[in-house]
């Protein structure tokens, strides 16, 4: 068994997701969404993984957007993890539908809890609590491992009916605005004009103008930006000053670079 792993990552908890899925299967390679052109000539693994964090209750729009190069292929085993604080929601039942009408069957869906990311609503809480999400995750990793070189069939993941219903229509009702959503995102003194929050955005969505970022108002609400800015220069509404930065203790500010749709380098 070969598998092909895509990811889209914003503060790292995805790329690592993904990096380790990888490790525990064996003869695989990942792949960052946000790097990956008109079409998928290059797939050659049995198994394709496609690993991303949960945005609003659902599937971010550059994974949807990225289903639509995915070969269909009744040979290939399809298995999808959605990262998430907490609540997966109907994430995965909305991947596997959108999956469906391109005639691709998603075989087995995963709900992997990390730390939280969204630091408008005050991020990962206290650093004991957050790494002992991280160890369960990689605990779940390989489960998830075994299933898959079984190519296991099974139902995808999902959250308690009240969650599904209430979450995926306030995903619904965000969908178009999201990209809009960047209009509260601002620069303090601290700034220094480094440029890392537009380089690492897998958007695209930041240009530096008179030495600060602008953004264009395609945002995904990754949050790469202002979680990794070296100076925590970049704000988000009126409270993030307020809040610790937090991106995956395992993976650095180069790997994330490397994923970058503007890098000419691969992730390690």
Same mark, same amino acid.
């Given at each position: 068994?070969?598998?092909?792993?895509? =990811?889209?990552?914003?503060?790292?908890?995805?790329?690592?997701?993904?990096?380790?899925?990888?490790?525990?299967?064996?003869?695989?390679?990942?792949? #960052?969404?946000?790097?990956?052109?008109?079409?998928?000539?290059?797939?050659?693994?049995?198994?394709?993984?496609?690993?991303? #964090?949960?945005?609003?209750?659902?599937?971010?729009?550059?994974?949807?957007? =990225?289903?639509?190069?995915?070969?269909?292929?009744?040979?290939?085993?399809?298995?999808?993890?959605?990262?998430?604080?907490?609540?997966?929601?109907?994430?995965?039942?909305?991947? +596997? +539908?959108?999956? $469906?009408?391109?005639? !691709?069957?998603?075989?087995?869906?995963?709900?992997?809890?990390? #730390?939280?990311?969204?630091?408008?609503?005050?991020?990962?809480?206290?650093?004991?609590?957050?790494? $002992?999400?991280?160890?369960?995750?990689?605990?779940?990793?390989?489960?998830?491992?075994?299933?898959?070189?079984?190519?296991?069939?099974?139902?995808?993941?999902?959250?308690?009916?009240?969650?599904?219903?209430?979450?995926?229509?306030?995903?619904?009702?965000?969908?178009?605005?999201? $990209?809009?959503?960047?209009?509260? =995102?601002?620069?303090d003194e601290k700034c220094n004009s480094c440029?890392? %929050?537009?380089? !690492? %955005?897998?958007?695209?969505? !930041?240009?530096?103008?008179?030495?600060?970022?602008?953004?264009?108002?395609? %945002?995904?609400?990754?949050?790469?930006?202002?979680?990794?800015?070296?100076?925590? $220069?970049?704000?988000?509404?009126?409270?993030?000053?307020?809040?610790?930065?937090?991106h995956h203790p395992d993976v650095t500010l180069?790997?994330?670079?490397? %994923?970058? #749709?503007?890098?000419?380098?691969?992730?390690?």
């Open positions: 068994m070969s598998a092909d792993i895509y =990811f889209y990552s914003g503060t790292g908890n995805s790329l690592w997701a993904a990096r380790r899925l990888a490790e525990e299967l064996g003869d695989s390679a990942v792949h #960052p969404i946000a790097k990956t052109g008109k079409g998928l000539t290059d797939i050659s693994g049995t198994v394709i993984g496609l690993v991303f #964090p949960v945005h609003i209750w659902g599937v971010p729009r550059r994974v949807l957007q =990225f289903i639509d190069l995915l070969p269909v292929d009744p040979s290939k085993y399809y298995f999808a993890v959605a990262v998430n604080g907490g609540q997966v929601a109907a994430t995965l039942v909305q991947l +596997k +539908k959108a999956m $469906a009408k391109r005639g !691709i069957t998603l075989s087995a869906g995963y709900d992997l809890v990390t #730390p939280s990311n969204y630091i408008p609503w005050g991020g990962p809480g206290p650093e004991e609590k957050w790494k $002992a999400k991280i160890s369960r995750a990689d605990e779940k990793i390989k489960r998830i491992t075994v299933e898959v070189s079984q190519r296991k069939v099974s139902a995808v993941e999902k959250g308690p009916l009240w969650q599904n219903i209430l979450f995926s229509g306030l995903y619904k009702m965000s969908f178009s605005h999201v $990209a809009e959503m960047d209009k509260s =995102f601002h620069t440029g890392v %929050c537009e380089k !690492i %955005c897998p958007a695209e969505n !930041i240009d530096m103008t008179g030495g600060r970022p602008v953004w264009k108002h395609r %945002c995904e609400q990754c949050l790469a930006c202002i979680q990794w800015c070296p100076r925590e $220069a970049i704000q988000y509404g009126k409270k993030t000053h307020l809040y610790k930065r937090y180069s790997q994330m670079l490397a %994923c970058a #749709p503007g890098s000419g380098k691969q992730p390690e």
